[in-house]
């Protein structure tokens, strides 16, 4: 597909830090008239941009419709950790599907970050990626959950790349007084989101994948072939690919029940001096803490703190995003009070009430994956992978995802948020309480 043009800094994105320092993209245009193709891919996130690369790798004519641009939701806004395992913690999923499929979702999820890894070196991404996470204990009860983890993955899963360290080591490396102590991770990774995802489509796009943006779906049919319409044209395929997460709408009611879209809420400072970025990150890594409704931050490519905090579950967005984060900002590091932020935004993901992913088959030919709870950079892309061996008739382990149970959501679409907002607010309060 040609392009139309490029852009420095991404025309129809949010205005983020991530859109401002965006690497140069192509523009794509609207999707007009028949177009045909063996795949067709509804949304370009990192699920429909990992699914259309290794796709057209195996030598299939791929298309992906996308209602805005090229990575313009969760995908291009979100904290950029790559971190492994699961979403859900490895003793949860030992109870809930025994041992043998837990270690099974373990080497994937080490595999996903290793696929992020790789691909981000084969196809010569420039994303600022970097390399290690530290997961922080915010009450000191939470200190022996995160040594025992470090010693189940290490023991049961030979995972030998995390480390726990004590109070007096964890805010040396965090420049905080909040923290108890920390899961330190060498194993995982963090970037610059949107440039990542951007790589992703330049090597699609190289590949041969066909991109049409702003190219909203209106409907589609399963069949033989499956037809996928927007308001100017439509898509006829073999297969179909819904990629949508937080953003499925009401395009399939089968599966909406099953995700329960939220936002969250990021901002970016100006970029900080030298000693002073060492002294909050002092290794670099990205970092995250144990409340339900997390903190996460890492330091860019030119030393500012991208840091994430607070989210809603409504479909407005806070008035002023940089405030409502600044004030979580400030409860892990006071001394930014006089720090100026450059830039806030906020983006909707998928959650699921197990917090795994949701992935599988509505018809023989029309996959999906949805729901990665926070996890998505690499469970995405690896989503991706497996989508593509799905689709060349290996089944195998696209089917262990597929055959978890996904809880859907009390009261499907119409009442889960309130029942949502009711359990939020519940661990909300608990994040505030005890020690």
């Not at 069949?223 to 399939?252: D, F, I, W």
Request: with cysteine.
């Amino acid at each position: 597909m040609t392009a139309t043009g490029t852009v420095n800094k991404l025309i129809g994105h949010t205005d983020s830090y991530y859109a401002a320092s965006a690497n140069p993209a192509p523009v794509y245009p609207a999707l007009e008239g028949t177009v045909e193709a063996d795949v067709c891919i509804i949304g370009a996130g990192y699920t429909g941009l990992s699914s259309a690369l290794h796709l057209a790798e195996r030598g299939y004519k791929v298309v992906v419709l996308e209602a805005e641009r090229v990575a313009w939701g969760a995908s291009g806004r979100n904290g950029g950790h790559v971190g492994v395992g699961q979403r859900k913690g490895q003793e949860d999923l030992e109870k809930m599907l025994g041992f043998d499929t837990a270690k099974q979702l373990w080497d994937m999820g080490v595999e996903a970050v290793r696929t992020v890894e790789d691909l981000i070196t084969k196809h010569n991404i420039q994303c600022d990626m970097k390399r290690g996470i530290m997961h922080l204990a915010a009450k000191r009860s939470h200190n022996e959950d995160l040594k025992a983890e470090v010693e189940l993955l290490n023991k049961r899963y030979g995972y030998d790349q995390m480390e726990y360290i004590g109070e007096e080591e964890a805010r040396a490396l965090v420049g905080s007084e909040r923290y108890f102590g920390a899961q330190v991770d060498n194993g995982s990774l963090h970037l610059h989101p949107l440039n990542y995802a951007l790589g992703l489509a330049d090597a699609a796009a190289a590949a041969g994948v066909q991109f049409f943006e702003h190219s909203r779906v209106t409907s589609y049919r399963g069949g033989a072939p499956c037809v996928v319409e927007t308001s100017a044209g439509q898509v006829r395929a073999k297969n179909v690919v819904l990629a949508c997460n937080g953003y499925l709408g009401n395009l399939e009611p089968r599966m909406a029940g099953k995700i329960m879209p939220i936002n969250n809420f990021v901002l970016a400072t100006e970029p900080l001096p030298e000693a002073l970025a060492h002294e909050l990150i002092a290794n670099d890594f990205a970092l995250q803490d144990t409340l339900f409704v997390i903190n996460y931050w890492k330091l860019s490519g030119d030393n500012r703190l991208i840091f994430g905090g607070g989210e809603n579950y409504t479909s407005r967005f806070p008035q002023d995003i940089r405030s409502f984060v600044k004030k979580y900002m400030l409860e892990v590091y006071p001394q930014l009070a006089d720090t100026r932020i450059d830039y806030g935004w906020g983006g909707t993901l998928a959650i699921t009430l197990n917090r795994m992913p949701h992935m599988g088959r509505l018809e023989p030919n029309v996959y999906y994956s949805q729901g990665y709870s926070g996890h998505g950079v690499p469970t995405a892309t690896f989503a991706g992978k497996l989508i593509a061996e799905v689709v060349a008739g290996t089944e195998e382990r696209f089917d262990i995802l597929a055959q978890i149970p996904t809880p859907t959501f009390p009261g499907g679409t119409l009442l889960r948020w309130p029942g949502l907002v009711t359990g939020m607010l519940y661990y909300s309060l608990m994040d505030k309480l005890g020690s």
